[in-house]
T-cell receptor
Framework: SQQGEEDPQALSIQEGENATMNCSYK?????LQWYRQNSGRGLVHLIL?????REKHSGRLRVTLDTSKKSSSLLITASRAADTASYFC????????????FGTGTRLQVTL | DAGVIQSPRHEVTEMGQEVTLRCKPI?????LFWYRQTMMRGLELLIY????????DSGMPEDRFSAKMPNASFSTLKIQPSEPRDSAVYFC?????????????FGPGTRLTVL
């Protein structure tokens, strides 16, 4: 079953705007990861945040984690058309990536 | 490194036929995962191997599905007999390399259509 639930399911924004996606999960984690999937492709790892971290940045990506609320958010700043993809959160209970549980995903459409 | 390699990329078959999907993980990775992705159920973990040994196959739908990993560089997922409800995109992923302990690397997937 999918532990992570992403919100919104779909998001449409214009280029240059910021996009925020949220993920909620149910059980304890060692870390939470975000992946991107372009249409017709496999998933690609974007960023990992550990359970003892609250915020992490990577380029135009900003991830937050609130373990008390069992939720995470992914912010993409100054979005580009190339950011159009589906974004998934994945929870890792062990820290070894041996059994990631993926969320339902958010479909992001960035228009010119 | 070429990344995770899957074959075939597309497979169309008729109900009742045997289907074999193949995966070559990234060299040096010691964990391999098979996932199935559909619109209705999202991304589901079917089975994963560690050091070529199946660790968790609780996601395998039924006895029609089987997976093997005879060596560190090759794995197969077999469906026999196939049914229309098996139509999905099947992904293989690997992890556990020295520089990628915490993330999984996905192959391009095999799109399976069972008529």
């Amino acid at each position: 079953s999918q532990q992570g639930e992403e919100d919104p399911q779909a998001l449409s924004i214009q280029e240059g705007e910021n996009a925020t996606m949220n993920c909620s999960y149910k059980t304890s984690i060692n870390n939470l990861q975000w992946y991107r999937q372009n249409s017709g492709r496999g998933l690609v790892h974007l960023i990992l945040i550990r359970s003892n971290e609250r915020e992490k940045h990577s380029g135009r990506l900003r991830v937050t984690l609130d373990t008390s609320k069992k939720s995470s958010s992914l912010l993409i700043t100054a979005s580009r058309a190339a950011d159009t993809a589906s974004y998934f959160c994945a929870t890792d209970p062990s820290g070894t990536a041996s059994k990631l549980t993926f969320g339902t995903g958010t479909r992001l459409q960035v228009t010119l | 490194d070429a990344g995770v390699i899957q074959s075939p990329r597309h497979e169309v078959t008729e109900m009742g036929q045997e289907v074999t999907l193949r995966c070559k993980p990234i060299s040096g990775h010691n964990s391999l995962f098979w996932y199935r992705q559909t619109m209705m159920r999202g991304l589901e973990l079917l089975i994963y191997f560690n050091n070529n040994v199946p660790i968790d196959d609780s996601g395998m739908p039924e006895d029609r599905f089987s997976a093997k990993m005879p060596n560190a560089s090759f794995s197969t997922l077999k469906i026999q007999p196939s049914e229309p409800r098996d139509s999905a995109v099947y992904f293989c992923a690997s992890s556990g390399g020295r520089d990628s302990y915490n993330e999984q690397f996905f192959g391009p997937g095999t799109r399976l259509t069972v008529l």
